[in-house]
């Protein structure tokens, strides 16, 4: 998925299977690739070069947008095998890590909880449980 408003931003996403049927802005096109796998897709999209790109292609001052004919027209080109594992094997260690800093974070947000309600033992005991268990 990614913006076709102000494309310079380089507002562009994978969306996960648990994230099929949400709904977005209008101001976005879905993309299905054929041929690349998506984490490439969206590495070429988010590239300052081809951002800057796209922005030459938008019309209008105040929503500056870009034609979904104009997007699918951009080329993309051919990259090494080993390129394209690299990039899809990044973009993938990215969003694990992603989830993890954001488990992190809410164990962090319960433990201070927990030293708040009952002490900073119990909250080092949580912590130090869920670094074996992963879970609460």
């Known amino acids: 998925m990614t913006s076709t408003v102000r494309p310079i931003r380089r507002l562009s ?3 996960s299977p648990a994230q099929d049927g949400n709904v977005c802005s209008s101001g976005f ?3 299905e690739p054929l041929g690349v ?6 590495t070429y999209l988010r590239l300052p070069h081809v ?12 929503y500056p947008a870009l034609s979904e004919r104009d997007l699918m027209s ?10 394209v594992e ?3 094997r990044s973009v993938r260690e990215s969003h694990e890590r ?6 992190l974070l809410d164990a962090a947000k319960r433990a201070v909880e927990i030293a708040i309600e ?3 033992a119990a909250a080092l005991a949580y912590l130090s449980r869920r670094a074996f268990d992963h879970g609460e």
């Not at 796998?37 to 969206?42: D, F, G, K, Q, R």
């Not at 992603?98 to 488990?103: G, H, I, L, P, W």
């Open 98 to 103: 992603r989830a993890q800093s954001s488990q």
């Open 37 to 42: 796998p998506s984490e490439l897709l969206l």
């Open 118 to 120: 009952e002490s900073e």
């Open 74 to 83: 951009m080329p993309i080109p051919t990259f090494t095998p080993g390129t």
């Open 13 to 15: 996403a994978v969306v």
């Open 29 to 31: 096109v879905v993309l």
């Open 51 to 62: 951002c800057q790109i796209l922005d030459l292609r938008t019309s209008a001052s105040l």
């Open 86 to 88: 690299a990039v899809v």
